[in-house]
């Protein structure tokens, strides 16, 4: 249910549900449509349409500002809603994940047209979002070269580059229409630009679906681009060494609702089937007074911008989270006990371990998050 407005969040509180009542604004009841989808989204393709889903929830609003279409609200309750997802099923978080934070990235653009064009559809679910920034912030944090290359165009009316490149893990690739936000290198010594790449630009070509071991609702493919024609009104940004500190907090800052969300859930499932396991009970509840702790410091550090220049900050909770995942599964696996290994009778667990897989490889890694904070101490 909505809650009240708020402008700050405590850094804990003991009633699991509190930091998503003091959210601004929290969908009705996702269990309601999500609950049953949950393991089909896991292992094939989507029989609802998740995006038009989202936007008749206003989902896809969340913390977008009014003047450019959204709610209004904040940054935290974006996360709320992605973790109030996660709880149901990661891969439909994943997706909303995707959505939004491409919409943050066009929101930030330093380019107006490409906002007109963009937001609308985005906004209202119609065309799908996606964020290949991958490769990018590897390059930024030193780790490995840009592998998409953007040279001068010849001199057509309003072209300016033909890009090149593979974008090998791309998510929210929907059939009926995306844009994905990727960077590529100029041929020339400069700032390197940013570009929203549409599937329905020439050159733009997107794979097949990857075959994950889970998640496989997502919409995971490769997209190549092969002499994709490039004007100034695909560029979200003409500098990414710029453009990615703002955008990052958000990046990661989304992306750990779902570890958020997926813990809660897990913790919750291992409290209801404990039973005689009373063992438990103590590790289950300083495992939940750790993760809202941690999530209370990531909506607040949020809500107040202090990650923009605080980054290991937010690298730090990102990991914390991460191992809050891995707690709450091993917790959960030991109070179903055997059931856990027997097909069919320890519900919803079997998705949880594998999505639980997932969160310490999403891009970027809590391997690359380790590197990045021992270069920061140095």
């Known amino acids: 249910m909505p809650g009240p407005a708020t402008t700050s969040y405590p850094e804990f509180n003991p009633t699991s549900k509190a930091l998503k009542a003091q959210s601004r604004r929290a969908f009705a009841e996702p269990a309601d449509w999500l609950k049953e989808l949950a393991e089909p989204l896991d292992q094939g393709p989507p029989a609802t349409d998740l995006l038009q889903k989202f936007a008749s929830e206003g989902l896809t609003g969340i913390g977008v500002p009014q003047e450019f279409g959204?709610?209004?609200?904040?940054?935290?309750?974006?996360?709320?809603?992605?973790?109030?997802?996660?709880?149901?099923?990661?891969?439909?978080?994943?997706?909303?994940?995707?959505?939004?934070?491409?919409?943050?990235?066009?929101v930030r653009s330093n380019n107006p047209v490409l906002r007109a064009r963009e937001l609308p559809t985005l906004l209202?679910?119609?065309?799908?979002?996606?964020?290949?920034?991958?490769?990018?912030?590897?390059?930024?944090?030193?780790?490995?070269?840009?592998?998409?290359?953007?040279?001068?165009?010849?001199?057509?009316?309003?072209?300016?580059?033909?890009?090149?490149?593979?974008?090998?893990?791309?998510?929210?690739l929907r059939a009926g229409g995306f844009s994905v936000a990727a960077a590529a290198q100029p041929a020339a010594p400069g700032p390197v630009p940013v570009f929203a790449f549409r599937s329905d630009m020439p050159g733009v070509c997107r794979g097949q679906d990857l075959a994950l071991m889970g998640l496989r609702g997502s919409d995971v493919a490769e997209i190549q681009l092969a002499e994709v024609p490039v004007g100034v009104e695909n560029r979200l940004h003409d500098n990414l060494t710029v453009w990615l500190p703002q955008v990052r907090p958000q990046f990661l800052g989304f992306q750990c609702g779902m570890s958020i969300g997926l813990a809660r859930a897990s913790i919750a499932a291992a409290r209801e089937h404990a039973g005689r396991r009373a063992?438990?009970?103590?590790?289950?509840?300083?495992?939940?007074?750790?993760?809202?702790?941690?999530?209370?410091?990531?909506?607040?550090?949020?809500?107040?911008?202090?990650?923009?220049?605080?980054?290991?900050?937010?690298?730090?909770?990102?990991?914390?989270?991460?191992?809050?995942?891995?707690?709450?599964?091993?917790?959960?696996?030991?109070?179903?006990?055997?059931?856990?290994?027997?097909?069919?009778?320890?519900?919803?667990?079997?998705?949880?371990?594998?999505?639980?897989?997932?969160?310490?490889?999403?891009?970027p890694s809590l391997a690359q998050l380790e590197m990045q904070l021992s270069l920061l101490k140095q």
């Open 124 to 172: 209202a679910g119609e065309w799908a979002g996606a964020v290949g920034m991958s490769n990018a912030m590897k390059f930024v944090c030193g780790f490995e070269p840009l592998e998409v290359m953007a040279k001068p165009a010849e001199q057509e009316s309003g072209l300016a580059w033909r890009v090149n490149g593979v974008l090998p893990w791309v998510t929210n």
């Open 70 to 106: 959204g709610d209004g609200g904040s940054w935290a309750d974006a996360v709320e809603s992605i973790a109030e997802l996660a709880e149901q099923s990661l891969t439909a978080s994943f997706v909303l994940w995707s959505h939004r934070t491409y919409i943050e990235c066009v």
């Open 279 to 363: 063992v438990l009970q103590w590790p289950l509840t300083e495992l939940h007074r750790d993760l809202e702790s941690d999530a209370g410091r990531l909506l607040s550090g949020l809500q107040r911008g202090i990650f923009s220049s605080d980054p290991a900050a937010l690298f730090r909770l990102r990991i914390a989270l991460a191992r809050h995942v891995q707690q709450a599964l091993y917790l959960e696996l030991q109070a179903w006990g055997g059931q856990a290994y027997l097909e069919g009778k320890a519900p919803g667990f079997a998705r949880r371990w594998r999505e639980s897989a997932f969160i310490p490889v999403i891009t």
